[in-house]
């Protein structure tokens, strides 16, 4: 597995998808190649078969010793019978190594994810990332799998099939390789079109699926206004396209399948004539046996021939999929702490030295010329419009960003040579919007420590003022919140967040709009439990209801990026500049 530590030691997009794959599959290379053994022992019954049919005609033809009936036949049972306890050791070598594969692709994609920036994360869908953790991995499973179980089988039995026709009847070897690859390239071209036709009636169900949930979440609109018959009437046109798109593929699937039944069997009906007249002239000494087997030979090659070029959708897929993961494996916006220093411990005093900030989008700075100086234990609270670089500056505070220009310190140390993991083992962070996972109480306020006991939980939640509602819940500290906390109200999200702050007693402490979205009774708990929370740390709060920033230490009015005014709330009031603008319109 990997590890947050560990570089990557593979040039995941920049190398050919194959040699990526094979880079993957490095480690189960023996288990691969006894795979390839066991495949084409346990699938030669597909590809002697036929040879054996021969010899069986040719002795009751030619009434050879009953012997050699016995022989063939006993030669195929067990070829038959043995193929079940090979197809399982099979399935564990060849699927064992895949998931592996699979399964090691999707821990480098995590880990990535673990060391990929913040601005990185604000840039990409989560949605993108988890589909090419979920569905790109499994798309190159399936190709791995796929290409090796059909590829395989299919090279199996035409290298088999070829070997047989050049020992038994050499004479009909050249006929084969031009009358095969002929057939299967009729037939993928038939197949060919076939797809065109696949994508398009699945980009109608596409677009119908896609309609009916407009067509769902506009119900209330629908009915409010009494236009239920426009409704459908959208719907029809959507509806008769896709029945329009599907008969197409209905006739279309018909005439392929009718025309590579009727090909296949005309070149049989051909090779099977041509062979019968060559037995029955005796021109090369061919048996009524090799008659059968030719003819049965012709049908499988072809198949199998086909087989392969049918496998070229699901090999591009795949490599597209793992191109796809390397956009990930391989993007270089990484936060670098290698070889810097580690802290045991922080007290807490930060200092922005005209500090600047500029997104990458941006010409104009998000932050700029911004110095403060924070003494260990204080509160500082940022307050102004949206835009004016709150949030940047709690960001570069956290380490999510690095200052464009300027310096910022911690504990007089210049933040940019410091190792940010060691410093975030003394920071908390209480959102806007409580990130709880699908787990229990206990798991989402210890999360991240291991030795907390029971009473170090709850001595937490009692400081957050959320100890009451969890003894009143069901299964108490294991009630499970159900995904991102849905089975609990703001307040009780929030003074949760506020108890996994509490438990990891942090020196720095970051507050971003934690009581926003929160009711008068919930805000004023939330409070209280702040209170307790603030005291002794260094504390950053933004936000927006001035009401909360009261007690802070000192104020910062920001505007376009910049500090436009310092100081306590009844400081800031008495000089009637722009935080008594903000104050008197949140009053009024």
């Known amino acids: 597995m990997a590890s947050p530590e560990r570089p990557l030691d593979h040039r995941y997009r920049d190398e050919h998808p194959v ?45 050879a010793p009953i012997g050699q009936l016995w022989l063939s036949a006993g030669v195929i049972m067990f070829i038959l019978v043995v193929n079940y306890p090979l197809h399982l050791l099979y399935v564990r070598l060849l699927y064992g190594s895949v998931r592996r594969m699979g399964t090691t692709l999707r821990s480098a994609l995590v880990t990535r994810m673990q060391q990929l920036s913040i601005g990185y994360h604000a840039r990409v869908s989560a949605g993108v990332l988890q589909a090419k953790v979920v569905r790109d991995v499994e798309t190159v499973e399936t190709m791995v799998q796929q290409t090796a179980e059909t590829g395989l089988g299919a090279i199996t039995v035409l290298t088999g099939g070829l070997i047989i026709i050049a020992v038994r009847t050499p004479e009909f070897v050249p006929v084969f390789l031009v009358v095969v690859p002929a057939a299967a390239f009729v037939v993928a071209r038939l197949r060919a079109r076939l797809r065109t036709h696949n994508e398009h009636f699945r980009l109608e169900v596409e677009t119908l699926s896609s309609k009916v949930t407009e067509m769902t979440r506009l119900i209330p609109v629908t009915r409010a206004h009494g236009l239920e018959g426009k409704a459908l009437h959208r719907m029809d046109g959507t509806l008769r396209r896709v029945l329009q798109s599907a008969l197409r593929l209905d006739l279309l699937n018909g005439r392929f399948a009718s025309l590579a039944w009727v090909v296949l069997n005309i070149v049989g009906v051909l090779v099977l004539t041509g062979a019968a007249l060559i037995s029955y002239y005796g021109v090369w000494g061919v048996s009524a046996g090799d008659v059968v087997m030719l003819s049965a030979f012709l049908t499988t090659l072809t198949n199998s021939t086909t087989t392969l070029v049918g496998l070229a959708p699901v090999i591009t897929k795949g490599l597209e999929s793992v191109r796809s993961v390397g956009e990930v494996l391989q993007a270089p916006e990484l936060e670098d702490n290698e070889g810097k220093t580690k802290l045991d411990a922080v007290r807490g005093a930060v200092a922005f030295q005209r500090v600047g900030y500029a997104y990458d989008d941006t010409e104009r700075p998000a932050v700029r010329d911004f110095t ?23 960001n570069l505070v956290i380490g999510f960003i690095r200052p464009t220009s300027g310096r910022l310190l911690l504990d007089g140390a210049d933040m940019s040579t410091l190792d940010l993991r060691t410093y975030r083992k003394f920071v908390s962070v209480v959102p806007q919007e409580s990130i709880l996972f699908d787990g229990t109480i206990r798991e989402n306020v210890a999360y991240g420590m291991d030795d907390a006991d029971e009473d170090t939980v709850r001595a937490a939640l009692r400081d957050a003022n959320a100890l009451e509602f969890v003894d009143r819940l069901p299964q108490g500290l294991d009630t499970m919140v159900g995904e991102r906390g849905a089975r609990l109200s703001g307040g009780q999200k929030q003074r949760l967040a506020i108890a996994r702050a509490l438990i990891r007693d942090p020196k720095v402490l970051v507050l971003d709009e934690a009581t926003s979205a929160l009711d008068t ?10 209170g307790r929370l603030l005291h002794g740390r260094t504390t950053f709060v933004v936000a927006h209801r001035l009401s909360t920033v009261r007690g802070a230490d000192r104020i910062v009015v920001m505007g376009d990026g910049r500090i436009q005014e310092i100081g306590t709330h009844e ?16 009053v009024a």
Request: proline share 3%.
């Open 19 to 63: 040699r990526t794959l094979a880079y993957l599959l490095r480690a189960d290379r023996r288990r691969l190649a006894a795979a390839v053994v066991v495949f084409t022992v346990k699938h030669s019954p597909v590809w002697l078969l036929p040879l054996i049919t021969a010899s069986i005609i040719d002795t009751v033809v030619q009434h």
């Open 521 to 530: 009774q919930s805000e004023a708990l939330v409070q209280q439990a702040l």
């Open 372 to 394: 403060l100086s924070v003494a260990p234990g204080e509160t500082i609270a940022f307050v102004g419009a949206s835009g004016a670089g709150k949030s940047t500056v709690l």
């Open 571 to 586: 400081e800031l009031l008495r000089r009637g500049g722009a935080y008594t603008a903000l104050h008197s319109g949140q």
